[in-house]
């Protein structure tokens, strides 16, 4: 099945400053990479994703690259505020019908220093 | 829509005791999962079920566990007996394949204790 690793397990950033959170997988068939952030105490909740006909997406301060031949993506957060801190998760997953489940990276604690 | 509703939201049980963790999808979505999180291991796929049908238990830890869903619009996660071990948030979590992965949304989870 899919492996997803991710790092670093934490970061510390001071404000102002751009956050970079790394990604990969192993199974060259998934086709899906979402990034979910989770507030303390609460669900994740999906901020960008991107599909592998895509090498970049951004939406404002946040950005989402892919290579599909190495097997990695990574989350771009510029110009950091205090409420980016939270846990971040990358994921990855198959599309298609009968295949359908998103694996998890462990979760990556940014903390931005005011 | 009121989103993916999760019960309880905190449950603190005894070592042996049964516990039993509810779940009611986003109304047209046709796939469910749970989840377990921990500190140590993350977020876990426990199970997924698709039009109410269980498709991959593989991540269930072992037979304590057993998930059911007998309707599009409940499903539950029963484990028995439960042990300290067990302690960790659970989410769920639906979608739809008509949205595609990119609707997938959990619930607020259930945050377990077992004593």
């Known amino acids: 099945g899919e492996n997803v690793e991710q790092h670093p397990s934490t970061l510390s950033v001071q404000e102002g400053d751009s956050a970079v959170i790394k990604c990969t997988y192993s199974?060259?068939?998934?086709?899906?990479f979402p990034w979910y952030k989770q507030e303390l105490g609460k669900r994740p909740q999906l901020i960008i994703d991107?599909?592998?006909?895509?090498g970049e997406k951004k939406d404002q301060r946040i950005a989402v690259t892919l290579n599909k031949t190495a097997k990695h993506f990574s989350l771009h957060i510029t110009e950091t505020q205090p409420e980016d801190s939270a846990v971040y998760f990358c994921?990855?997953?198959?599309?298609?019908?009968?295949?359908?489940?998103?694996?998890f990276g462990k979760g990556t604690k940014l903390s931005v220093i005011p | 829509d009121a989103g993916v509703i999760q019960s309880p939201r905190h449950e603190v049980t005894e070592m042996g005791q049964e516990v039993t963790l509810r779940c009611k999808p986003i109304s047209g979505h046709d796939y469910l999962f749970w989840y377990r999180q921990t500190m140590m291991r993350g977020l876990e796929l426990l199970i997924y079920f698709n039009n109410n049908v269980p498709i991959d238990d593989s991540g269930m830890p072992e037979d304590r566990f057993s998930a059911k869903m007998p309707n599009a619009s409940f499903s539950t996660l029963k484990i028995q007996p439960s042990e300290p071990r067990d302690s960790a948030v659970y989410f769920c979590?639906?979608?739809?394949?008509?949205?595609?992965?990119?609707?997938?949304?959990f619930g607020s989870g259930t945050r377990l204790t077992v004593v």
């Open positions: 994921a990855a997953s198959l599309s298609g019908a009968g295949s359908y489940q998103l694996t």
């Open positions: 199974d060259s068939a998934s086709n899906y």
């Open positions: 991107i599909r592998s006909n895509v």
């Open positions: 979590a639906s979608s739809s394949i008509t949205t595609g992965p990119g609707g997938y949304t």
